[in-house]
């Protein structure tokens, strides 16, 4: 998920650029991107000069010095495995949407990023909705990144982000415009309101004819 410059203009940040990353962390920087029925993520990982040698053998995982396309994608699997995503309390279900490693020199001199794009589905909710992110790969060494974009769709708003110390746990809160919770009738009442008043009138009608014909009741 590249994002268009002017999104980077507008992107959220809360905190410094990750430019100058510390040798022996990993560095995990996460953009978020929300829509009314989706959610996109963009992970960049890249692993300091100390670290790499550890990290290579969990990528490259036969030990031949090349990291395959199969050994790519497995590795995208492992970090997804350790994300957790959740909506007003419901847990989601990332989808891996790509995978980028670059050349082995790169990494090695703690210069390259590789970038793993992931989205998830969204179920139907209200008009204030809580989306909740954690990481945990690679926890004893990550430097953990988080921010969110401006949603593209103006009826989204972003009213508030949390995140803890080491922003391995993430709450962004927004409201959607035009979406109403639904009235106890309509739960369930799902059919169209014309034949509920055509219904009712239906029993007036019958206790009208039973209060007439019906006999009394006698009560011993």
């Not at 508030?160 to 009235?183: I, K």
Request: proline share 7%.
């Amino acid at each position: 998920m590249k994002p268009a410059p002017a999104a980077i203009a507008i992107l959220i940040f809360a905190c410094a650029p990750a430019a100058a990353h510390r040798l022996d962390e990993y560095l995990q920087g996460t953009l978020i991107a929300v829509e009314k029925d989706l959610v996109r993520a963009q992970i960049d990982l890249t692993p300091g000069v100390a670290v790499y040698p550890a990290l290579l053998r969990d990528m490259d995982t036969d030990s031949d010095g090349v990291i395959s396309v199969a050994e790519q994608r497995a590795y995208a699997v492992r970090v997804l495995r350790d994300l957790s995503l959740t909506i007003d309390g419901h847990r989601l279900t990332p989808r891996l949407l790509s995978v980028h490693f670059p050349g082995i020199e790169e990494l090695r001199d703690g210069g390259g990023e590789i970038r793993i794009e992931f989205s998830a589905d969204l179920p139907s909710g209200g008009p204030a909705r809580k989306l909740i992110f954690e990481n945990r790969h690679h926890s004893r060494i990550a430097a953990y990144q988080v921010n969110c974009l401006v949603p593209r769709d103006p009826d989204i708003r972003v009213a508030a982000q949390n995140r803890n110390y080491s922003q391995s746990h993430y709450e962004l809160e927004y409201v959607q415009a035009g979406v109403q919770t639904r009235p106890l009738l309509s739960v369930w009442w799902p059919g169209d309101p014309a034949w509920l008043s055509a219904l009712a009138l239906l029993l007036l009608a019958r206790f009208a004819w039973l209060w007439r014909h019906g006999r009394p009741v006698h009560y011993k």
